[in-house]
């Protein structure tokens, strides 16, 4: 079973600077995604990013970075020019790739609480 | 707009009762899910299906039951014999490329007094 692991309950950073969410995943899969969403205070959860573990590329959204570290099986956010409405929940997320869609449900970790400092 | 709606948003209910939790989606996805969230843990996932009157038990299943009678709709029925009910839930849907991600409902905050 793939198990995620977010280290980090709370952070809090001023707004405008740059903040990274850790994530690390343990799986012996070679075929996977991982997923970063985002819960803000509504509860309704967002997806914010997605990384195909076969690409080395790193993926970007507008603000919003990961670095993914395949090898490490590291997976963190990177959230810069932070802004006020980024301030929610953060959970990272596995997804096993393969042919039985039993296996391939998304296992979430337990979550990072982001609070942006006006 | 295409989304998927849970209600209600609030749920009181007295132990020992049966409730169950509405999930419906326009979305056209063919697979939905029911997550349970709790303060500490993340999601936790309870029941899944990938077609109609097809559904699988997730990894806390106990005390659960679910039905899949049309593409749209996926209701969760909490029974007496779940021992701590109260708890915030998640219905969810994908696509069947799947690996995209699901799209998420607003949530029902269940509490048991």
């Known amino acids: 079973a793939q198990t995620v692991t977010q280290s980090q309950p709370e952070m809090s950073v001023q707004e405008a600077e740059t903040v990274t969410l850790s994530c690390t995943y343990d799986t012996s899969e070679n075929n996977y995604y991982l997923f970063w969403y985002k819960q803000p205070p509504s509860r309704q959860m967002i997806l914010v990013i997605r990384q195909e573990a076969y690409k080395q590329q790193n993926a970007t959204e507008n603000r919003f970075s990961v670095n993914f570290q395949k090898a490490a099986k590291s997976f963190s956010l990177k959230i810069s020019d932070s802004q006020l409405g980024d301030t929610a929940m953060y959970f990272c997320a596995f997804m096993k790739r393969g042919t039985n869609f039993g296996n391939e449900k998304l296992t979430f970790g337990t979550g990072t609480r982001l609070t942006i400092i006006p | 707009d295409g989304g998927i709606t849970q209600s209600p948003k609030y749920l009181f209910r007295k132990e020992g009762q049966n409730v169950t939790l509405s999930c419906e989606q326009n979305l056209n996805h063919d697979a939905m899910y029911w997550y349970r969230q709790d303060p500490g843990q993340g999601l936790r996932l309870i029941y899944y299906?990938?077609?109609?009157?097809?559904?699988q038990k997730g990894d806390i299943a106990e005390g659960y039951s679910v039905s899949r009678e049309k593409k749209e709709s996926f209701p969760l029925t909490v029974t007496s014999a779940q021992k701590n009910p109260t708890a915030f839930y998640l219905c969810a849907s994908s696509i069947r490329d799947r690996f995209y991600g699901y799209t998420f409902g607003s949530g029902t905050r269940l509490t048991v007094v």
């Open positions: 299906s990938q077609i109609v009157n097809d559904f």
